[in-house]
């Protein structure tokens, strides 16, 4: 009996209906098999998956090919001055505005620093502390050279001097509230002023 147990737990039972039979029905052991794969979902999500793959090494080849340096005899250094007054005198003249209070402003922003990448926790960036919204709308080639660069301490002095202009200037306190609504930068730009 153990024998036959075991023999019908690997075999399906095919139970038929036989006229020819006496009893009728008859009993034939069928084998069934069973063929592992996968099932639509997973091919589907493995397909999904592959392509998602792919597309993150394309974009990771887009990008370090768009952040290799290239080098190139035209390829031209910028070396910051070091002379920032004259760069103040020379966005004073062109907006008629007091070279003194630009250098003021440069320094309660960064301490007059050079060309930098500085931002501040509000998302200003730069050596005079632009919001990138706000010098795209106001920004100046300061130093020729075919780019507005926020991060250029020549250009961020040009379109300082032209947006303290576009703010009101010659108004002081109404330019500086457009440069930064406060009255304790106010205060502290105007005593710098000197």
Sequence with gaps: MEAINDEMSTKAILL???????????????????????SRVQIEARELAKRQEESQKEQAQKLALASRDTVSREKRVYVDPTDFEAIYEQAGQQFGVDPKLLRAIHVVETG???STSRSSY?????PMQFLPSTFRRHAVDGN???????????????????????????????????????????????????
């Design 122 to 126: 509000a998302g200003a960036t730069g």
């Design 16 to 38: 038929s209906f036989d006229s020819n039979s006496p009893t009728g029905l008859t009993m034939k052991p069928s084998k069934h098999e069973f063929v592992l794969g996968d």
């Design 144 to 194: 020729g050279d075919g780019v507005k660069d926020i991060t250029n301490v020549e250009d961020a002095i040009f379109s300082a001097a032209k947006y303290l202009v576009d703010c009101g200037y010659p108004n002081v306190k109404q330019a500086l509230w457009g440069y930064n609504p406060s009255y304790a930068y106010y205060n502290k730009v105007m005593s710098r002023v000197n």
């Design 112 to 114: 007059a620093s050079g």
